[in-house]
């Protein structure tokens, strides 16, 4: 079992439409966790982090987080064809390591 | 203030070769982490340095090397190179290495062995 799982996608939506990401871990002593975006050629960009379980909200974007289940996700409202990219999870376990999922691709279609 | 800088951006090289890597963090950053990445595998983690000390490692062959300068600049050494070391190596660098700290990427340099 991975440590930190995604669905490889890809992820279709219409543009408009709310996307939903979603990333699992293994470790329960995970302690913070980070959701960056890739274009395709580019490096991961920082779009969100959470350390508390709930919703965060930043824009269009809300991170939420369930420690029980080991689960965290992404929504993106009102989709626009410029987020299509490949988002990524990433989980600090607190050991100067972060551990990141394989990404998922998302396309948003005009 | 300026992001994350790595040199050279592109690198071809031939099997059993070497290669060295660098990494200019942003200023006043001083945690540097290295990744490989694969189409196959993602993002890889490499090892981390804070303060010129190697913190953490990840499962790579001991061919991977790096430190880490006192300006927090890092350089990362892959010897004897293979053919599937071609990837892309992105360095990040973070302001501590708390676990709650956001770690910024650099460009990534892209790496071909042929």
């Known amino acids: 079992q991975k440590e930190v799982e995604q669905n490889s996608g890809p992820l279709s939506v219409p543009e408009g439409a709310i996307a939903s990401l979603n990333c699992t871990y293994s470790?329960?002593?995970?302690?913070?966790f980070f959701w960056y975006r890739q274009y395709s050629g580019k490096s991961p960009e920082l779009i969100m982090f959470i350390y508390s379980n709930g919703d965060k909200e930043d824009g269009r974007f809300t991170a939420q987080l369930n420690k029980a289940s080991q689960y965290v996700s992404l929504l993106i409202r009102d989709s626009q064809p410029s987020d299509s990219a490949t988002y990524l999870c990433?989980?600090?376990?607190?050991?100067?390591?972060?551990?990141f999922g394989t990404g998922t691709r998302l396309k948003v279609l005009a | 203030k300026a992001g994350v800088t790595q040199t050279p951006r592109y690198l071809i090289k031939t099997r059993g070769q070497q290669v060295t890597l660098s990494c200019s963090p942003i200023?006043?950053?001083?945690?540097v982490s290295w990744y490989q990445q694969t189409p196959g595998q993602g993002l890889q983690f490499l090892f981390e340095y804070f303060s010129e000390t190697q913190r953490n490692k990840g499962n790579f062959p001991g061919r991977f090397s790096g430190r880490q300068f006192s300006n927090s600049r890092s350089e990362m050494n892959v010897s004897t190179l293979e053919l599937g070391d071609s990837a892309l190596y992105l360095c990040?660098?973070?302001?501590?290495?708390?676990?709650?700290?956001?770690?910024?990427f650099g460009p990534g340099t892209r790496l071909l062995v042929l």
């Open positions: 470790d329960r002593g995970s302690q913070s």
């Open positions: 990040a660098s973070s302001l501590t290495s708390s676990s709650q700290e956001t770690q910024y």
């Open positions: 200023s006043g950053h001083r945690s």
């Open positions: 990433a989980v600090n376990k607190g050991t100067y390591k972060y551990i």
